[in-house]
């Protein structure tokens, strides 16, 4: 290609590209710095703070699953220990070390990359399954090994700190929670530009190349293994960061912050929001620290309603919810969106009646076994009955026998229209 | 005396008890372009397997530019200068042709494991990359995730995948399976083109090609060389022609 | 001595019941590449139905119901579950599977509640089979050897002598061979999962009154299992095999020799400070350590021999 028109593609490239890329993370800016004067209650913070907290996680997650294709059952550890390396000096500067609280999550991150990178080189010695069971393994040895050593891990009560009793910075003690929540703002928008910026890199690329082909790779000059290391260091990291901002945020670590539930809720995130995209992390923390936070208030049966969302999702929705949304992409650019909205409509009279249906039989099941002490007599979509009387029973099968025969009936509609409107759409 | 490109040096492998490789000695000469062909299940993927560090020896040697390789990794192996193509293709399928062939200029130009830098502003990865793109004939193709390219596409950028790193050594695999008559004769324009200056091992079926192209011909029946020579010899060897070639006419 | 033979014996036991379930975890996982992380979930849902059952029906029914219910469960999850998430890739099976595990650990919570439930031995097995140095061995312990060693054999005789078994040994390494040969594959598939499932729910049947039925048992035992595959080495029977029984007494081992450092140190009459930073490491018993053993195995074998005992190098 001659140099000339080398220099036109690049410039071509840059000028539009740098507006292109620069646009969303304004608009993040923007997003961010509204946010806490339209949502004021400290309900309302507490959730942004979990949820950006939640973003930099499942981001970190994503860099090891989504960009490397490794899938790790375990790797809440590094967002654990990684908080409590932070939590630790938190301790320290309320003893005298002269250190800002704001740099506490660099700490976190540097904590995490610790361990990421001694139990990496151990991981990442395998790949695929052998490798997503040896994560598993490693987790469990790390929360045994942390109800064991209660000097460093506080056993049941955890460690705790005071995030205002660093030195004050410009004015900065971190007492309110404003103040966090602006401190883990930054935190998340420095953390995702340089998540961004790696996959941008030759090892960044090299990543996806591993992902796809790493047999293909090593003939190409590369170990792949070494590339599955720095992507699991750096995922590390970024893990940790995000367990310093728990740290400081809450003022306490405990071992629940590195086991099973953490590791697989971070999992849940990443697929449910979907791991081909940079996005769909982001988007997956976002809902599932909502749905976690929302739903716990009004039913005690979250976790089944979150398991079961997943198992549909691996099923009918493999590349998660962005998936589905840029699934869309080709018919609505050719501007046949609108008739997609009728046949929706119609297949979501079933999916509504299933899913009350569902609904019902769970939360009556969970009233008779789990609480029992509450009574029998309780009340769903604003209607009153008794969990045990045969009619609730009845009429939460009934709705589920008529969502599912109403889904199989138009279910088949809906998708052969869907194959019309995207043949439409290409030609 | 310069030490030939590559050398095989009794070289056996078996797979548990059954014998693949049954002691195979080759010479390659630098510059020299090196046609292997053979009845199919001779050895003749094995043995690529084995030169490239797929599949570790059972006994022998191999040796690139007199260097003993034998035992060393894939990785290693091509950080020597031998590249190799696949008989199935082996691409990216997820990401473009672009970065599929950017990943392979990498590590010939010295940028190791770099995640300091951006891809983009590498002015020597992107030329060399355009470069082979334009090369394979695959420019149009761009953007295109390698996995949807079509068949004889994706085995001009399996092609392109091996030469991208500028190796000294090439080893294609079938690279003409499966095209028509006027893929084939593009594919074979393309590879004498980029073999030129270079040391070449080429496996293959298809004899209007391997007559066409090769300096020298090694034939490989049930893992051993029966014969290797000059075309016109090989043709007219009685022992080739009994066990793969049949009467060819002249 | 008789810590030893005592420990021995239920170092086996344990053993025997870890390899029912990673033979068959084993087995799905060589035939259908995919690594079925609800398997203990279904070891659990064993358990529990033999309980539900055996309050109705005694002990006896329920051996046979379960499983039987457990593997028709497993074949409906083949059927519309992997089958639909197969075409998606290894990854979307596995988390498919995950996804399931945790589902069914909230599904039994919901349904038997959070606390442990009470199966027992029932009372024809709860009787001493024989007395050795003075302790009496259960005898419901000597009728799980039987029963896991009874399954061994038929599931091996099964898999070599019949016409099934040969096409399902085919099936496990040329599934396309012995499609286009005309067998239904997918049927196949099915067979071996319900099975595999069913003998994950038989593990549960008897294990679940050796140890605590509470809906964290698949939590507990999940990962030990999963760790005896990949120590074993991924693909392997024997190295399953051998795997289950080393970590199985290792660990009942370790759980008897209730001693740490501190113990052994003061043998020697040397005392160590509370204040001692390292007082934690020097106070662990052995016995706290024992449901860490296995991961610790893990580790070890990571470091020496990546790919397992009996595995095989990945290319």
Known sequence: MSEVALKEVATRRGSTAWLRAAAPWTLAILVILVLPHLLTTSFDRTLLIEMGIAIIFAAAYNMLLGETGMLSFGHAIYFGLGGYTAIHVLRFIAAGLLFPVALLPLVGGIGGLFFGLLFGYLSTRRAGTAFAMITLGLMELVVALALIFDHLFGGEEGISGNRTSGPELFGIRFGSQTQVYYLIAVWMLASLALMRAFTRTPVGRLCNAVRDNPERVQFLGYDPSRIRLIAFAVSSFFAGVAGGLFAVNYELMAINSLGAERSALVLLMAYIGGIGSFLGPILGAVLVTFLQVALSDYTQAWLLYLGLFFVLVTLFAPNGLIGLVLMHGPIARAGLLHRLVAPYAMALIPVLLLAAGTIALVEINYRLAIRPELGAAMKLFGVSFDAKGAAAWIASLLLVGLGFWGLRLIGPRVSARWGEMLEEARA | MTAPALELDEVHKSFGATPIIRGVDMSIARGERHALIGPNGAGKSTLFHLVTGRFPVSSGAVRLDGEDVTGLTPFEIYRRKLARSFQITNIFPRMSVYENLRCAVLWSLGHGYSFWRFIDRMRDVNERAEAVLERIGLERRRDLPAGLLAYAEQRALEIGLAIAGEPDIILLDEPTAGMSRSETEHAVDLIRRVSQGRTLLIVEHDMAVVFGLADRISVLVYGQIIASDTPEKIRANRAVQEAYLGTVPA | ?315
């Open chain 3, 1 to 315: 001595m008789e810590l030893v033979v005592f420990s021995l014996l239920n170092g086996v036991l344990y053993g025997l019941l870890l390899f029912m379930l990673s033979s068959g975890l084993t087995l799905i996982f060589s035939m259908m590449g995919v690594l079925n992380f609800a398997h203990a979930s279904l070891f659990m849902l064993g358990a529990y139905l033999a309980y539900q059952i055996g309050r109705y029906t005694g002990f006896w029914p329920g051996l046979v119901l379960a499983p039987l219910i457990v593997g028709l469960l497993g074949a409906a999850i083949e059927r519309w579950g992997l089958r639909t998430v197969h075409r998606f890739g290894h990854v979307a099976e596995l988390l498919f599977t995950f996804g399931l595990a945790l589902l069914i650990e909230e599904l039994v919570q919901l349904v038997w509640g959070r606390a442990p439930v009470p199966y027992t031995v029932p009372p024809s097995l709860d009787f001493a089979a024989f007395t050795l140095f003075g302790t009496t061995y259960p005898a419901y312990k000597v009728f799980m050897v039987l029963v896991s060693v009874g399954m061994f054999a038929l599931l091996g005789l099964v898999l070599t002598k019949t016409r099934v078994g040969l096409i399902i040994q085919a099936a496990l390494s040329h599934p396309d061979m012995v499609a286009a040969l005309g067998h239904n594959v997918p049927r196949v598939f099915m067979l071996v999962f319900g099975v595999g499932s069913a003998l994950a729910g038989l593990a549960g049947v008897i294990g679940g009154f050796a140890l605590v039925t509470s809906p964290s048992m698949a939590h507990t035992l999940g990962p030990i299992v999963f760790v005896v595959i990949v120590v074993g080495g991924l693909g392997s029977l024997t190295g399953a095999f051998v795997a289950s029984l080393l970590i199985g007494i290792v660990q009942t081992f370790a759980v008897a020799i209730d001693v740490s450092l501190i113990d052994l140190l003061a043998r020697f009459g040397v005392t160590v400070a509370r204040a001692d930073i390292f007082y934690d490491l020097w106070k662990i018993k052995l016995a706290q350590l024992a449901p860490v053993l296995p991961y610790l195995l893990l580790v070890l074998m990571l470091v020496l021999r990546p790919r397992g005992l009996m595995g095989t190098r990945e290319t």
